[in-house]
Nanobody
């Protein structure tokens, strides 16, 4: 299973970016999908998560600004980021909990990370 993330970049404070992440390979099903980030010198944190049925949750600092969504047919997850702040500067990683076969246990898979920079 491979995850390919894209969409990061440099954007002024107040701007917007949209991250995408597509899972490929031998995947039978995907449960939760999410985005994590790690800012310089800080611990990784969960930014947003979305269940297979569409239920979402966000860390408090991004509520009202970020929107997570998924396209189950394409095994793709998105993160629409609006009103970006300097505190949002980080490497963003996508994550899925997926099964390779109907009998396999769900495992975590990670994308390679995409850098989002929003200078103060």
């Amino acid at each position: 299973v491979q995850l390919q993330a894209s969409g990061g970049g440099l954007v002024q404070a107040g701007g917007s970016l949209r991250l995408s992440c597509t899972a490929s390979g031998n995947i039978f099903s995907i449960n939760d999908m999410g985005w994590y980030r790690q800012a310089p010198g800080k611990q990784p944190e969960l930014v947003a998560v979305i269940g297979r049925g569409g239920l979402t949750d966000y860390t408090d600092s991004v509520k009202g600004r970020f929107t997570i969504s998924r396209d189950n047919a394409k095994n793709t997850i998105y993160l629409q980021m609006n009103s970006l702040k300097s505190d949002d500067t980080a490497v963003y990683y996508c994550n899925i909990q997926g099964r390779r076969t109907i009998l396999a246990s769900a495992k975590n898979y990670w994308g390679q990370g995409t850098l989002v920079t929003s200078p103060a």
